[in-house]
């Protein structure tokens, strides 16, 4: 029998709090976007200027992060259409050369 999360968590919670136990639930939230890549603002600031606007936006590009830092030691193939925003957030995810 698989129970609904709610109820999952509400005993979970009772049993806790019974015992006296205290844990901190963390929700994942995507409007909180973490290590955004360093060149991001830069390269922003250089599509607007020179009006390319079809740059990924930040969700596409934590996809991507998450993407290429799932295959361990991988080798890709990018082929850029714009300004190199989307590499960016690639070359975040990608393992270090050293």
Not at 35 to 49: C, D, F, G, R
Request: charged share 15%.
């Amino acid at each position: 029998m698989v129970l609904p999360l709610n109820i999952i968590c509400d005993k979970l919670y009772i049993c806790l709090w019974q015992k006296s136990i205290s844990i901190k639930i963390v929700l994942m939230s995507d409007s909180n976007i973490l290590n955004i890549p360093k060149e991001h603002t830069q390269i922003l600031a250089k599509s607007k200027e020179i009006g390319c606007m079809m740059s990924s936006d930040l969700f596409v590009g934590t996809l991507l992060k998450t993407l290429i830092s799932s295959k361990s030691n991988g080798r890709f193939l990018k082929l850029g259409t714009g300004i190199g925003l989307s590499l960016s957030w690639m070359i975040e995810g990608m393992d270090s050369l050293l």
